[in-house]
């Protein structure tokens, strides 16, 4: 059977009316809903068939109303990422697909068994190994009576256990209940959980955290509701008699675990984009920047021929198309991984290799590991919180420094404003200071700490450099770093200013990512240009005393 007859025979089985053992299933079948959860903005991603039906198990009557009927089947995707460090076995995925039969109301936990024990059985022909059953805790009571119901179809391996059958909620509240699971031995030999039927019996008025350390109530909801989940990809390597997911028609038969994570990564990715989620650093988008990096991590070749396996596997599944998205990703992230990894060899820190060579924390978490090593997580995350306040202010405006302005031209004579600094300092004294600054977009008007009037050589020798500088198309790069990081590179810093820890710099110079070989390097908080070209001709038109041992340069760019 092919990975698409499961789920088709799945969604007959629960939609079909009549049938001498289970008369009356007569399931709606649903899409599935998008990666993205619609109702519950607690939830990053859809990690349940359950998730798009929360609403129902607490107004059951609202399914009459928006089904036609109390019951319904879906095949649901989901991405989990709490197993991602699994990822590499033969089992685990941060994207599956779940097979699930949903009632709010219309039956109860005798069919729900049955229809379970009937599809695997009959339909699928596969032995149950055993199932387990909730032991009970607090006000939830052992569930005897699923024990019972499984022996009755004679099932006598049942075997209670405890918070692992109990599931959910999902988010910040939510429905939730005891579950029994059924195992079936794969073709290793090993007895491996397929499916979850959870009696939704009960209302949960925190998240599942909370609910663990005692600080979240269950109240019991009046309708019982069902909820079932099967892993689709384990299924289907049960059903397909092999060892790993990876060798069923949803893979490509993927052996090391590099290769495995790559695919499975990728595949996360690809759907994440589908349904609308754009690389970023927070939220949604910040995981599917981990996915996609960690992915390029373990693959040397692009991820193109990757993407296109996957979308040739779902053809006429679903509708997959990354719109470039992954390739723009994976390019940002090759140019500096190489760089990046001699970083981390050398002990740099983590926060320096996230702004600036853009490693996610989880990557250098997951790389130290590798080395039998650990990072300061708490450091990390107070530079990040740093980072983002600084982040928030410059866009308020805060660090527009001398700008009149942002049009064009004020920006091009801003980065005239750091050359024309390292200009001074090259062709006349290294000791030269800035003392102030102002820039419209007709001029710049630079002041400096200097001995001496410029003589007319002085002068044509700045602007020679400066036009040189120009032609050369250097790269204007910003980072940002701790502030003492930045000291230590030795960044021009505004005479008396108070910096935070964490500051922003801009880098001039001819490498890709311009710090290699700078000719300038100053806090700053832009905006500039991205390339020395667009200057095109620098000229000064004065210079002057504005004080005892200050000088005054008024420059324009032609
Ligand atoms: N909600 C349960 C699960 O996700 C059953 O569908 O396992």
Request: glycine share 8%; net charge neutral.
């Amino acid at each position: 059977m092919n990975s698409n007859e499961v789920r088709q025979k799945f969604l007959k089985f629960f939609s079909a009316k009549g049938g001498p053992a289970s008369s009356g299933r007569g399931h709606k079948i649903l899409p599935s809903s998008s990666l993205i959860p619609e109702n519950d903005p607690s939830v990053l991603f859809t990690t349940a068939g359950m998730q798009q039906f929360k609403p129902y198990y607490t107004a059951p009557e609202n399914a009459v109303r928006d089904f036609g009927g109390k019951n319904v089947v879906t095949v649901q995707k989901c991405v989990r990422t709490s197993d991602i460090d699994e990822v590499g076995d033969d089992t685990h995925h941060t994207f599956l697909e779940m097979l699930g039969n949903f009632s709010f109301g219309g039956y109860g936990k005798e069919e729900a068994i049955k229809y379970s024990h009937e599809f695997i059985t009959k339909e699928l022909g596969l032995k149950i190994s055993y199932v387990t059953f909730y032991q009970g805790e607090g006000m939830v009571p052992r569930d005897e009576e699923s024990a019972k119901i499984w022996k009755k179809l004679g099932i006598n391996d049942t075997r209670p256990d405890g918070s692992d059958v109990f599931w959910g909620p999902t988010g910040d509240s939510g429905p939730c209940g005891p579950t029994t699971e059924i195992y079936c031995r794969n073709a290793s030999g090993n007895d491996v959980e397929i499916w979850n039927i959870v009696f939704t019996e009960y209302f949960c008025d925190g998240s599942r955290e909370k609910l663990n350390r005692g600080q979240a109530k269950l109240s019991k909801l009046t309708t019982l509701g069902i909820d079932t989940g099967m892993g689709f990809e384990r299924l289907v390597s049960i059903i397909q008699n092999k060892k790993s997911n990876y060798e069923t028609d949803l893979f490509n038969g993927e052996q090391t675990r590099e290769e495995r994570i790559v695919i499975d990564h990728t595949r996360t990715a690809l759907f994440l984009i589908s349904d609308g989620v754009t690389p970023s650093n927070t939220g949604r988008g910040y995981v599917l920047r981990r996915l996609i990096r960690r992915a390029v991590r373990f693959s040397k070749d692009p991820l193109n021929s990757k993407i296109e396996k996957i979308k040739k596997i779902y053809a006429g599944i679903y509708k997959l198309d990354d719109k470039g998205e992954i390739k723009k990703e994976e390019k940002k992230f090759r140019e500096t991984l190489e760089k990046g990894m001699k970083e981390f060899e050398k002990g740099t820190d983590p926060f320096i290799l996230f702004t600036t060579y853009g490693f996610p924390v989880e990557l250098t978490e997951e790389l130290a590991k590798e080395r039998g090593t650990m990072i300061d997580r708490e450091d990390f995350d107070k530079k990040m919180a740093e980072h983002q306040k600084l982040s928030q202010t410059s866009s308020a405006g805060m660090f527009k420094g001398g700008l009149a302005n942002h049009e064009p031209q004020t920006i091009k004579l801003h980065t005239a404003h750091h050359l024309l600094l390292a200009a001074l300092q090259n062709v006349v004294d290294k000791n030269i200071k800035q003392r102030g600054s102002n820039i419209n977009a007709e001029r710049l008007r630079m002041d400096f700490l200097c001995d001496h009037k410029l003589t007319d050589e002085e002068k044509k020798k700045v602007e020679e450099w400066m036009n040189d500088k120009i032609k050369q198309n250097l790269a204007v790069v910003r980072k940002e770093m701790p502030l003492a990081e930045a000291e230590k590179i030795g960044a021009q810093m505004e005479f008396g200013a108070k910096y935070p820890e964490i500051v922003s710099v801009y880098f001039i110079g001819s490498s890709p990512d311009a710090e290699g070989d700078a000719v300038s390097i100053e806090f700053c908080g832009g905006p500039h240009v991205a390339n020395t070209g667009e200057l095109r001709t620098f000229k000064i038109q004065k210079e002057e005393a504005v004080a005892q041992g200050i000088r005054r340069i008024k420059a324009i760019l032609l």
